[in-house]
Nanobody
Framework: QVNLAESGGGAVQPGGSLRLSCAAS????????MGWYRQAPGKQRELVAA???????NYTDSVKGRFTISRNNAQTAVYLQMNSLKPEDTAVYYC???????????WGQGTQVTVSS
């Protein structure tokens, strides 16, 4: 089993910042990909940012220049620094990892991000 513990969500005003964290269990596991998705009410879950298997970063166009994904050296935690937040960023944000060798994906419990005046 792999557990993903998310934190860092909250309510902020437009233009504010938040930093999301996701810590992955399974100390001896290697994760091929680590990333963040979000889902707004009534909408489909979408990719926000992710590390690919090759170590590159991908961002959805709407967050480029505002969000930055990073991870720790052990590659057991992934973070999302969110700056210049907009109301349309309001969603539940989910951490996702894929375990090397297994090819199995695991999701965090989600953390709410609300951006409003």
């Amino acid at each position: 089993q792999v557990n993903l513990a998310e934190s860092g969500g909250g309510a902020v005003q437009p233009g504010g910042s938040l930093r999301l964290s996701c810590a992955a269990s399974g100390k001896f596991l290697v994760f091929n990909t680590m990333g963040w998705y979000r889902q707004a009410p009534g909408k489909q879950r979408e990719l926000v940012a992710a590390f690919t298997r090759g170590g590159r970063t991908n961002y959805t166009d709407s967050v480029k220049g505002r969000f930055t994904i990073s991870r720790n050296n052990a590659q057991t935690a992934v973070y999302l620094q969110m700056n210049s937040l907009k109301p349309e960023d309001t969603a539940v944000y989910y951490c996702r990892v894929v375990v090397a060798g297994w090819g199995t994906e695991f999701w965090g419990q989600g953390t709410q991000v609300t951006v409003s005046s």
